[in-house]
T-cell receptor
């Protein structure tokens, strides 16, 4: 079975550009999470969805960040405009509601903003 | 807010040695989770602990849920090179996972 799929794996962009990260959760999973990992702040939850509905976006740093989940098999995290401090590894994870702790993480997208 | 502090921050050990790391919290937890992140990958769940005092093993890994419910430790016995990675403790907070600061493990042959 395919795991969580993220694209792109690496993204290098210039400050001010729009960045869109993509995630395909595991089929049948009804929760989807977006995390950001940096050396300074560790692994932080940005936002999560249940049945495609955003439940908690309190971790989203500011208005430049937005996330959508138009259907059960696709989610995007968008940064507009991007800034150098957004450089990090962004992970998407999914789980099924009946198994609360077993979050399955994707391989991550390494974002570099110059 | 809740904080999960892990120690040590990093460890450099020789293959075959045992490893011990721990996680402490300022709050009482109902669940302790231990994840491992391999280089270039996302975290993977190793062990879940559900009640104070619980001791659980997964192969060479053993984890315990502290009696005070504010701490947990993870032991790895007879380390091997593939144990390299970052080990995170985490707490389940109504659907969300709060991750600790991580312990980076390096194993030398």
């Amino acid at each position: 079975d395919a795991g969580v799929i993220q694209s792109p794996r690496h993204e290098v962009t210039e400050m001010g550009q729009e960045v869109t990260l993509r995630c395909k959760p595991i089929s049948g999973h009804d929760y989807l999470f977006w995390y950001r990992q940096t050396m300074m702040r560790g692994l932080e939850l940005l936002i999560y969805f249940n049945n495609n509905v955003p439940i908690d976006d309190s971790g989203m740093p500011e208005d430049r960040f937005s996330a959508k989940m138009p259907n059960a098999s696709f989610s995007t995290l968008k940064i507009q405009p991007s800034e150098p401090r957004d450089s990090a590894v962004y992970f998407c994870a999914s789980r099924i509601g009946t198994s609360p702790y077993e979050q399955y993480f994707g391989p991550g997208t390494r974002l570099t903003v110059t | 807010g809740q904080q999960l502090n892990q120690s040590p921050q990093s460890m450099f050990i020789q293959e075959g040695e045992d490893v011990s790391m721990n996680c402490t919290s300022s709050s009482i937890f109902n669940t302790w989770l231990w994840y491992k992140q391999d280089p270039g990958e996302g975290p993977v769940l190793l062990i879940a602990l559900y009640k104070a005092g619980e001791l659980t093993s997964n192969g060479r890994l053993t984890a315990q849920f502290g009696i005070t419910r504010k701490d947990s430790f993870l032991n790895i016995s007879a380390s091997i090179p593939s144990d390299v990675g970052i080990y995170f403790c985490a707490e389940d907070n109504t659907d969300k996972l709060i991750f600790g600061t991580g312990t980076r493990l390096q194993v030398f042959p």
